[in-house]
């Protein structure tokens, strides 16, 4: 008798959990997103909060260039509620992973879309800065023909550092707000708040660059590798 009770509460307090995990996953209501490169990470994982699962498809130290996804980076994606990626630029690699999804649902955010790019970037030698710059809006589609080649304005060889411009990662953010709203209404304020808010910090630094550039004597940037603040050297002159 004392076996079929301690029975019997077992599976009532295992049900009880379940029902409560299930209930806080509801809640929680989370869109899982999966991104390329880490700053598309960090400004994913701030709009998206609590509400989102927010992973990072490179590991540290790789060339996103040449990256080349395996199966279960793949299969990542495949599951994922969003994928977000900075573009033909920075990634070539991501148009053959998009044929190959299989999910319906996914959302797919071009982080680059609608973005006046550099180019004629090369990563292994210098590059000519255009100091006029475009600050244009544009209209957004967050649907999962953001990644194609026909709405596309550049080229593979564009310089994909967009995000160094702290204006232009503001409609990066704006960009990536929609996208989570989009996956998930029910979140939209929430998405929206967080957007806005971090987009205030990304407006007040611009704002404390540019009145930090205007007192130097020197503005030249001397760097290794291949040349990154292309947008930051476009925007402070």
Known sequence: MKKIVLITVFIMLSVI??????????????????????????FSRIIGGERADVSLLLPPGVEAHSYEPTPRDIMRINQ??????????MEPWVERVIRSLTNPNIIIIDASKHLDLIEGHNHHDDHHIDSHHHD???HHDSHQNDHDHDVHHHHGDADPHFWTDPLIAVKVVEHIARGFIESDSNGSEYYRTNAEQYSQQLRQLHETIASTVETLRVRSIIYGGHFAFGYFAQRYG
Do not use: S
């Not at 959990?17 to 960090?42: H, K, M, N, S």
């Not at 994922?80 to 033909?88: K, L, N, R, S, V």
């Open 80 to 89: 994922a509620d969003m994928f977000i990626y900075a573009g033909e630029a």
């Open 17 to 42: 959990t379940v029902w409560g995990r299930g209930a806080q996953e509801e809640e929680a209501a989370e869109v899982r997103a999966v991104t390329t490169i880490f700053p598309l990470y960090d």
């Open 136 to 138: 244009d809006d544009h």
